[in-house]
């Protein structure tokens, strides 16, 4: 994975295609491209261990939590939907946005208030690779990447007049 800085506490996150996989903003590691609410779910899960993992190696005192994985479900706090075990947020859900170009669900994961900038880049790496196998998205899931195939191939389909003509 890579990191690139994009401005003022803010990083992009690509894999190692290039494809931009997560963003970094201040105290937040956000992943998109999740294909259905239970992948999302599942993919919160993977980085939420992994970030956890992360936090106790960078602070040996970091509560160990362990998750209620059968409550697993969503709570609404007025402002964000939470992905939450009864006990503790896990991560902000993402819903895709009607008329966005990427219709896939994310995530986001909020570190303490004292975590540094490098706290969040070395946690986000193991996250990213936490993720990475439910960012896998079916054929049926718009993506950009998608869309933007299907209209080359649309216009591959067309007929253009004969400027020879």
Do not use: K
């Not at 956000?30 to 992948?39: S, V």
């Amino acid at each position: 994975m890579r990191v690139f800085s994009e401005g003022d506490d803010l990083y992009r996150l690509e894999d190692g295609t290039g494809a931009h996989v997560g963003t970094i903003r201040g105290r937040t590691i956000a992943f998109r491209g999740f294909p259905t609410e239970e992948a999302a779910r599942d993919a919160a899960v993977a980085a939420w261990c992994a970030l956890n993992d992360a936090l106790r190696r960078e602070y040996p005192s970091w509560p160990h939590h362990e998750l209620a994985l059968d409550r697993i479900g969503t709570v609404h706090d007025g402002a964000y939907e939470w992905f939450f075990d009864g006990v503790r947020a896990i991560a902000r859900l993402v819903r895709p946005r009607p008329g966005s170009r990427d219709l896939t669900y994310g995530i986001e994961l909020v570190l303490p208030s004292y975590s540094s900038e490098g706290v969040a880049i070395m946690a986000s790496h193991g996250m990213a690779r936490a993720v990475a196998p439910y960012r896998d998205v079916p054929s049926d899931v718009p993506t950009v990447t998608r869309q933007a195939e299907v209209s080359y191939a649309s216009a591959a389909l067309m007929e253009l007049p004969d400027p020879a003509a």
